[in-house]
């Protein structure tokens, strides 16, 4: 394999790194706390990829009402409502399916926490407990994002293999 596509791969497949518990943090309970680290990773990403999954779904389903929505209640910077729509739906399709199977899990992470800032931003209203939910689903993204979506992903399956691959 060309090298400068080995480390592309290796860049874009990186689960993140073992969790480090301070040197206070008694050894023998350090695998614990990694198998911990990886199901609430695993879980952070389950239920935000349900809620924009679920949202692009509700967004197919009418595409008259989405197309109104970006028009009259949306006002998303630099973009026409119809593209603005069209990016919209996509992202909330394609993401959420990468961030839960932790395939190219900090990239999808990265682009739902950008998706998830313009919908703040871009509606003129919102209510606080819709607020919280948004700031609920930024900080676990900013966490994916930061620390890698863990070992129970496709990510950290890649990374095994092109470790073996050099």
Same mark, same amino acid.
């Given at each position: 394999m060309p090298p400068l596509l080995h480390a592309t791969l290796r860049t874009a497949a990186d689960p993140g790194g073992e969790?480090? &518990?301070g040197p206070g943090f008694p050894a023998p309970l350090?695998? &614990?706390? *990694?198998?911990?680290? =990886?199901? +609430? @990773? #695993?879980?952070?990403? !389950?239920?935000?990829a349900?809620? %924009?999954f @679920? =949202?692009? +779904?509700?967004?197919?389903?009418? !595409?008259?009402?989405?197309? /109104?929505?970006f028009q009259d209640e949306y006002a998303v910077p630099l973009l026409s409502p119809q593209v603005a729509a069209v990016l919209g739906t996509g992202g909330e399709l394609l993401l959420p399916a990468m961030l839960f199977l932790? +395939?190219? *899990?900090? %990239? &999808?992470?990265?682009g739902l926490f950008v998706l998830n800032a313009v919908a703040v931003i871009s509606l003129s209203e919102i209510a606080p407990a819709a607020m919280a939910q948004?700031? $609920?689903w930024?900080? @676990? +993204? $900013? *966490?994916? !994002?930061? !620390?890698?979506?863990?070992? #129970? =992903?496709l990510d950290?399956?890649? &990374?095994?293999? #092109? /470790?073996? /691959?050099v």
């Open positions: 969790p480090h &518990a350090r695998p &614990a706390l *990694g198998a911990v680290q =990886s199901l +609430l @990773m #695993l879980a952070a990403r !389950w239920v935000v349900q809620a %924009f @679920m =949202s692009g +779904l509700t967004k197919l389903r009418d !595409w008259d009402i989405t197309l /109104s929505l932790g +395939l190219g *899990g900090r %990239f &999808a992470a990265a948004h700031q $609920l930024g900080a @676990m +993204l $900013l *966490g994916v !994002w930061l !620390w890698g979506p863990g070992r #129970l =992903s950290a399956v890649c &990374a095994r293999w #092109l /470790s073996r /691959s």
